[in-house]
């Protein structure tokens, strides 16, 4: 169930008020739903542009549709309008967009790779790079392959040993060591060069 303060029914009537089209709505949807990168999108709807599968929240005046994909993620969402001393801000709280973290029953390498998504590549994309998982060894090594700005960078090592390693060894139970199967000697731009 979404729900929408009364704020923010008001904010959406403003808005859809000043577009003069009979029927106008307001859709929500998840945009990279499960993934670090999970956001919502809002967009004023027609009916014609309805397909059917959205689910809708009827509020005074108007109605919220909500993508028919997108329930599951939207699922508990809160949306709120707070008035400021610069104006107005639209807020939408949705606990369960990028997804759950894998429980110990998940499989090492489901467990490796959340934190690597959602804890390691936003501290390296700051930077300009970026890892993706090759594999997890059975000896429960973790092998990565970098690129971007880390790609030939002459920090990587200490960004391995002292931050990816010790990070996934604390968070991952059954991580053993991080190893680096990148050639750095062809990095293109890389953050420090070597």
């Not at 999970?38 to 993508?67: K, M, S």
């Not at 429980?103 to 959602?118: D, H, N, P």
């Amino acid at each position: 169930m979404i729900s929408i303060s009364d704020r923010a029914q008001s904010h959406f009537r403003h808005i859809l008020s000043a577009q003069d089209v009979a029927g106008l709505g307001i859709r929500l949807a998840a945009v990279h739903p499960g993934t670090a990168k999970a956001d919502c999108r809002l967009e004023f709807c027609e009916p014609a542009d309805l397909d059917g599968g959205e689910w809708t929240l009827e509020c005074e005046g108007f109605n919220l549709y909500v993508d028919g994909g997108s329930r599951q993620w939207l699922d508990a969402a809160e949306i709120d309008y707070l008035d400021g001393a610069t104006g107005g801000q639209l807020t939408i709280r949705a606990p369960h967009i990028k997804g759950h973290e894998p429980g110990a029953e998940a499989s090492l390498v489901e467990r490796v790779r959340y934190v690597l998504e959602f804890e390691i590549s936003p501290q390296l994309a700051a930077h300009g790079g970026r890892v993706t998982l090759e594999e997890v060894d059975a000896d429960g090594v973790v092998v990565l392959r970098f690129g971007g700005g880390c790609h030939g960078c002459g920090m990587v090592e200490v960004t391995v040993r002292e931050g990816i390693e010790k990070t996934l060894m604390a968070r991952v139970p059954g991580v053993t060591g991080v190893r680096d199967a990148t050639d750095h000697s062809c990095g293109d731009k890389p953050y420090i060069k070597r």
